[in-house]
Every structure is written in C-alpha cells, then in structure tokens.
C-alpha cells in the first residue's frame, strides 16, 4: 500500500503541496470568489423583491385611486344633483315672478282699458243724451210746434234713459 | 496499486523546506490541476448578470448548495463558513472525479491520480476542520466549551461515564473525517482495478473463461464506475456536512 510504504518519503512534500494549493482555494477562491457570485445571487433576489414590492405598492395605488376616483365621482354626482335642483328651484321661482309681473302689468293695463272704457261709455252716453234732447226737441217742435226749452227737454230725456 | 504510487515529477534531489523534500509529485500535479479546473469553473460563473447563462447558474447553484447546507445545519451563524466548505467541499468533489478520469484510454503515458485517496491529504483537511472547530468552540464560548460532552438530559448518576464516551467520540472525529475518504476513494479504485483484471487474466486463459468470468466482470465494472462517480460526489458531501455539524457544535454547542 503505498501510501504506507511511502509514507516517510512523501508526507512533507503532500503536505506542503496541499497546503499551498488548498490555501490558494480557500484565499483566492473561497474569500474573494465565491462572495461575489453569492453577493450577485444576493442583488438579483434584492431586486426581485424590491420589484415586488414596488408592484405591490403600484397595486395599491391603482386601488386607492380607483377608490379615490369613485368616491370623487360619486361626490360630483351628487353635487350635480343638487345644483340641478337648486337650478329647477331657482327657473321656477324666475318664472313664478316673471308670471306674476306680467300677470301685473296685464291687470293694470285691464284696468286701464276698463276705466277707458267706462269713460268712453259716459262721454257717449252724455253725447246721446245731448242728441236725444236736441233730437227731442227738434221733435217736439215738429210734432207740437212748440218750442221746448232745452233744459226741460233734457231733463225729460234723462228720465226716459235712466228709468 | 500501482495508481496509488506517488512519482516525483520534478524538484526530486533540491527542493527542500525545513530539511524536508517537497518534491513536486503526481499527487501535487492533480492537486495543481483540481485547483486550476475548480478556479476556471468559479472564474466563468462570475458574470455578474441579473439574469444567469447556465455556467453562471451552475457555480450560484454550488455555492447557493453550499449556504443552505450550512443554513440548515448551523444557523444564520454559518454563512461565514460558506468560503472554507465551498473550498473544502469543491476541492475534494474536483480531485474526487479527475482521479476517475480513465486517461488511460488515450494510450499515451498520463495516468490519473486521486489526490484524497492519501490519508496524509484526508488528514490534513480533517485535522484543518478539527482545529477550526476547536478554535470557533473555546473562542465563541471559553471553557463552557467542555460542556458539549454533557448532553442535555444526562442523568446524575451517568456523569462519570456520558462525558467520557462524548470525549472520545469527539476525539475519533478528525480520524473518521479522514479515514472515510481515504477509504471510500481508495477501495472504490481498487475494486475497479480487480475486476479490471479479472477481464484481462480471464480472456487471456481462454473464449471459455473469457465469457463466464470477464464478460459478468466488465459488466460489474460499467455499473461500479458509475457507483463511484456517485461515492466521489456522495464523499466530498458528507465531509463538508460532517464539518458543518461540527462547527454547529462549535457556534451553538447544543
């Protein structure tokens, strides 16, 4: 079995042999190598769960903002609502006043016109006295031949009108 | 067992430290090589991408191997061992399967050579971990590092005996960390030399002989090379798990 055999020949040289080149594994390969393949091993993980989370933040946000953008619509909803009652409210009440202006003016025009009226009735009423005493009158005058007296005759006319 | 021989290869007369030879042999050829083949495949996997090619996949995946290994069996602690048992674990897995390489079939005169089927190399990585383990143990917890031997729930009238049966399992550890693999590797090559020359004296005696004995043998061998593709993994695994347990002694003692 030679390395039995060979044993007291050979111990040193494996030794120093395999301390030197296992040192060199452990220096160069061990300490300096392999943390930075485990530290790029360590980045990519960071980085997926940064990303994660960051779409997981993003996710959050959409919610908030569609929660945010519903409450919001829902608020401008109901401002519409009572600004177009408040509108309904303020036409009718404009139309309620415009109503009732003309429905003023309308009576005060009635008025005027009646009060027109009624004075055109007496101005003709008084001319047809005037002409039916006159026309009295010349009738009697015709019919009777006497003269009556202007003041009598409408007198007498004035009773026949007005009963 | 000629395969196991050491051969100076240069620096056999002149080359001395300390009065000893440090002759460089086949054994620190393939050690050379291990190294240099180990180096080669952590240097293509540090490319730093976000997104991993297969080379870089490969070494984050030994080394990922590695930290959850001594994750599982140590604790967060354990991360800042992952340097010495990736080495420790790469360096043997690498020197494992190069000796299984069969350079003989290229007819030339290379020969491979297993490093770890050395007891004198098994031993000087057992007795690196063995240190390492007592360093970390009387550095982290002192004197109270004695009271691995009692373990949790020994009963009173037991403390003469447990400590000293725990004593001497924990003294065994550094030769059962190195015998093992210096055995698994060297009785694995020397089964395949056997039956390798069962073929050859076999059908050398004869069509006969040649069918009944070397034909079964070569099957054997197919199976058993593949066998010890799986002990060289299976042997760097369990050095550098039993390394972690014992440095999980050390940091957390029970």
């Known amino acids: 079995m030679p390395q039995i055999a060979q044993l007291a020949d050979t111990y040193a040289s494996q030794i120093f042999w395999l301390v030197l080149f296992f040192g060199f594994t452990f220096l160069v390969i061990g300490r300096h190598m392999v943390p930075k393949v485990m530290a790029t091993v360590e980045a990519r993980e960071r980085q997926i769960g940064s990303d994660l989370a960051a779409a997981e933040a993003a996710r959050k946000a959409a919610d908030a903002a569609e929660k945010d953008w519903a409450a919001q619509s829902a608020r401008q909803r109901a401002e519409a609502h009572a600004l177009i009652a408040s509108a309904k409210v303020d036409a009718a009440r404009a139309t309620e006043a415009g109503l009732a202006v003309a429905g003023r003016t309308i009576d005060g025009r009635l008025a005027e016109a009646d009060a027109r009226i009624a004075a055109a009735r007496d101005s003709a009423r008084a001319e047809i006295e005037t002409v039916a005493s006159e026309a009295a009158g010349a009738i009697v005058t015709r019919l009777a031949g006497i003269s009556v007296d202007a003041g009598a005759a409408q007198a007498a006319v004035k009773e026949v009108l007005h009963g | ?254």
């Open chain 2, 1 to 254: 067992m000629h395969q196991f021989t050491i051969r100076p290869l240069f620096g056999t007369d002149h080359w001395a430290l300390l009065g000893h030879n440090i002759a460089f042999t086949n054994s620190a050829l393939w050690m050379a090589i291990a190294v240099t083949a180990l180096w080669f495949f952590v240097f293509g996997g540090m490319k730093h991408e976000l997104v991993p090619g297969r080379w870089q996949m490969a070494v984050e995946s030994m080394t990922g191997f590695i930290d959850n290994l001594l994750a599982a069996n140590v604790g967060p602690a354990g991360r800042k061992y992952v340097p010495y048992i990736f080495s420790l674990f790469m360096f043997i897995l690498f020197c494992n399967v190069l000796g299984l390489i069969p350079l003989g079939l290229l007819g030339g005169k290379a020969q491979p050579f297993t490093v770890t089927s050395h007891f004198t190399v098994t031993g000087v990585l057992a007795i690196l971990s063995f240190s390492i383990v007592l360093v970390v143990g009387f550095a982290r917890h002192g004197f109270h590092f004695f009271s691995l031997f009692v373990p949790h729930g020994t009963p009173i009238w037991l403390l003469w005996l447990i400590p000293v049966v725990e004593l001497i399992s924990f003294l065994v550890r550094p030769f059962s960390l190195a015998l093992r693999l210096f055995v698994a590797m060297m009785a694995g090559h020397v089964l395949l030399e056997v039956l390798s020359s069962f073929v050859i004296t076999s059908t050398q005696s004869g069509a006969l002989w040649g069918t009944v004995v070397g034909l079964p043998s070569f099957l054997l061998m197919i199976a058993i090379c593949a066998l010890e593709i799986l002990v060289a993994g299976i042997q760097a695994y369990v050095f550098a798990l039993l390394t972690s347990l014992y440095l999980n002694d050390a940091e957390n003692l029970h």
